[in-house]
């Protein structure tokens, strides 16, 4: 079955970086991009970012874009979410999310990572 | 990018009633890429409708989307109690991809 299995809980500084891992198993891990997607304490939901299944083209949200970068490792199934230059409101649970087939969207997602920015 | 509103903000309703969800568009959704979204809380997201009437791998069919263009419903035809959650709908015809602020549905 396909699955997401994220690592664990973040707590950063103002002005640190995080790296998130999103690990990817039951299904082709080339075939389906893979989107990020996060979500601040008691607000809804913020689009952050892909890499599509080639592996060669990232897209990232405007008000993140220059703080973040999408990558894969195929050799481990791995997708990562890197954040730098960290502030207090990119307090959230991130999550990892597959984009299904043809017109079908986010059809798996991850169990979500808590990243705190605190001092 | 497209701004997506969700009407009501909060939906009062009984087990067995019928909800109905609102999700307008600032623009028209190419493709009719509008997918909603069901989260519960602690959980993340699961996808329920997308290409706007298309329901996803194993949603019940109380499960229902509709709409085009700038104008999208969901209706859910008779609350189960687990139906109570929070309803996002997205649009991923145009980049970047947005959501709506979502659609809390309680119990009445």
């Known amino acids: 079955q396909v699955q997401l299995v994220q690592s664990g809980a973040e707590v950063k500084k103002p002005g640190a970086s995080v790296k998130i891992s999103c690990e990817a198993s039951g299904y082709t891990f080339t075939s389906h991009s893979i989107h990020w997607v996060r979500q601040a304490p008691g607000q809804g939901l913020e689009w952050v970012g892909i890499i599509r299944s080639s592996g060669e083209t990232t897209s990232y949200s405007q008000n993140l874009q220059g703080r973040v970068t999408v990558t894969r490792d195929t050799s481990t199934n791995t997708a990562y979410l890197e954040l730098r230059s960290l502030r207090f409101e990119d307090s959230a649970v991130y999550y990892c999310?597959?984009?299904?087939?043809?017109?079908?969207?986010?059809?798996?997602w991850g169990q979500g990572t808590l990243v705190t920015v605190s001092s | 990018e497209i701004v997506l509103t969700q009407s009501p903000g909060t939906l009062s309703l009984s087990p067995g009633e019928r909800a109905t969800l609102s999700c307008r568009a600032s623009q028209r959704v190419s493709s009719d890429y509008l997918a909603w979204y069901q989260q519960k809380p602690g959980q993340a997201p699961r996808l329920l409708i997308y290409?706007?009437?298309s329901r996803a791998t194993g949603i019940p069919d109380r499960f229902s989307g509709s709409g085009s263009g700038t104008d999208f419903t969901l209706s859910i035809s008779r609350l189960g109690p687990e139906d109570f959650a929070v309803y996002y709908c997205?649009?991923?015809?145009?980049?970047?991809?947005?959501f709506g602020q979502g659609t809390k549905v309680e119990i009445k």
């Open positions: 997205q649009q991923y015809g145009s980049s970047p991809r947005t």
């Open positions: 290409g706007a009437s």
């Open positions: 999310a597959r984009r299904g087939s043809g017109s079908c969207d986010l059809d798996y």
